[in-house]
């Protein structure tokens, strides 16, 4: 059905949003040694101190699927939020940069409808079951990094939040019955991130991160009601505080600069196997491999040509995810491109379009994805370097 999204969103966590912002995502997310003088990295928090600029940026996503499998096809689309951050650039000679947000950690948007028929004592019973699922996982984040020499370091901290729900509707035709069934997943815990950032030499650099944490909490809730000709006959609610295991990530990347152009390369591992949230009996947790290639040509903000000042990117990425579905593991292969426009000093306007496709290895569904995102970053010089003796 239309107005839904990802259907492999239902799983888990949902689709997983590893960094914010159309100038990384114009480099299929490769970013781990990719610094830049106004996005604002949050996979890598040692390359916080590389803008000269305080920085505000905000974004918008736009997700288009074509979803597809033995039995036909479907559009879908949603849309969100993709972050509001905030950096400030302390002192950019020790890099030391300070960054606060909060921004998409997972998303989880499907519907599907299917229709059914049975027979009961002769009478042949027909209706529809919708399936649906909203809302996510978010997080406030805050990173700091500074510099030694050309070693650059930085944390930060995410506290995640938000709630999943999914719902099941059955409707009866005839008898004008209604029973739905939903499930929410309030989960919530900290994640903590420690990354390097080196430069070699002028042209070659490389960088790394590590990211886990303690346990985290989960609040699951059942709930079932029913109705029948407008009057209802059932309602029951279930509570559960659990406890989750939280994800272990790790990331390598390096870059290599050649003029302007620059070239990044990110691996990225991460284990989910003891992550209890959403659990299915037929899907389960596993590590997940996320390998990324990224260029940019970034903009020369005071050249004189017009096509000089804006700035290009482009990029391939493959994935595996980070659970199996029915035995299978789900792969997704993706290319984008991405272009930046300064407006004046320090404001730029990012667009990226990323397109792929994901699904199993074997015959299954199948989604054709394209991800539009735009986003607007403003900068300011707040803090004026001063005379050293």
Do not use: C
Not at 176 to 204: C, I, M, P, Q, W
Not at 277 to 301: C, E, I, K
Request: proline fraction near 3%.
């Amino acid at each position: 059905m239309a107005q839904g999204g990802s259907n492999y969103s239902a799983i888990g966590f949902g689709d997983l949003r590893r960094s914010v912002g159309a100038l990384y995502d114009g480099m299929a997310g490769t970013s781990i040694a990719m610094p830049s003088d106004h996005g604002i990295n949050v996979v890598n928090p040692a390359l916080l101190g590389m803008s000269p600029f305080t920085r505000l940026q905000a974004g918008y996503r736009f997700n288009q699927h074509l979803v597809t499998d033995e039995n036909g096809s479907t559009k879908q689309n949603n849309g969100e939020i993709d972050g509001l951050l905030v950096l400030f650039a302390v002192d950019t000679t020790h890099g030391f940069g300070i960054s606060f947000g909060v921004l998409p950690y997972s998303s989880v948007n499907y519907l599907v409808k299917r229709e059914f028929s049975t027979d009961v004592d002769g009478t042949l019973l027909t209706g529809r079951s919708q399936q649906s699922g909203t809302g996510g996982t978010s997080s406030i984040q805050l990173g700091a990094s500074a510099r030694l020499g050309n070693l650059y370091a930085g944390v930060s901290v995410q506290s995640l939040f938000g709630v999943i729900t999914l719902a099941d509707d059955i409707f009866t035709n005839g008898l004008r019955e209604h029973v739905r069934s939903t499930t929410s997943f309030d989960t919530r815990g900290l994640l903590f991130k420690g990354g390097v950032y080196y430069k070699a030499t002028n042209a070659l650099s490389i960088g790394g991160y590590i990211s886990g944490g303690p346990t985290g909490s989960l609040n699951s809730v059942y709930r079932a009601t029913a109705t029948l000709n407008g009057s209802a006959y059932y309602d029951s609610i279930l509570v559960q505080k659990s406890s989750t295991q939280l994800p272990i990530t790790v990331g390598i990347g390096a870059s290599l600069r050649n003029g302007r152009s620059m070239y990044g390369l990110d691996l990225e591992w991460s284990d989910y196997s003891q992550v209890d949230v959403n659990p299915r009996a037929d899907a389960t947790y596993q590590r997940s491999l996320r390998a990324t290639f990224g260029y940019n040509l970034p903009a020369a903000h005071y050249a004189p040509s017009f096509w000089e000042r804006w700035g290009f990117r482009a990029g391939l990425g493959y994935q595996r995810d980070y659970f199996a579905f029915k035995g299978a593991d789900l792969n997704e292969y993706f290319g984008s491109v991405g272009v930046d426009f300064p407006l004046g000093q320090s404001a730029t306007v990012d667009a990226a379009v990323q397109a792929g496709y994901r699904g199993p290895s074997g015959a299954g569904l199948y989604e054709y994805i394209v991800r539009v995102t735009m986003t607007v970053s403003i900068g300011e010089t707040w803090f004026k370097p001063f005379v050293r003796e």
